[in-house]
């Protein structure tokens, strides 16, 4: 069995592994979970533009289709 032989590269190597451990551990352990979302107002142009409206049985809309929700939409 040879010795090991100190040297220079596998210092820095091993010193920067020490030094990099900490931050990659925090960063690992943070857990991260997105905000609820506000409902959107039925006011807001952009509802009114795509004829939103919060129940679906409600609806009036021509294009609408008995059934539709946003499972089954191709935009989902």
Not at 10 to 22: C, G, H
Not at 30 to 40: D, I
Not at 49 to 66: I, M, T
Request: aromatic share 8%; proline share 9%.
């Amino acid at each position: 069995m040879q010795p090991i032989q100190p040297s220079r590269r596998r210092f820095l190597i091993q010193a920067a592994v020490v030094v990099a451990l900490p931050f990659v551990a925090v960063v690992g352990s943070q857990r991260v979970q997105a905000q609820a979302l506000k409902r959107l107002p039925l006011d807001n142009p952009q509802a009114k533009a795509l004829a939103y409206s919060e129940d679906a049985s409600k609806v009036q809309h021509p294009s609408f289709k008995p059934g539709s929700d946003c499972s089954n939409c191709q935009f989902f």
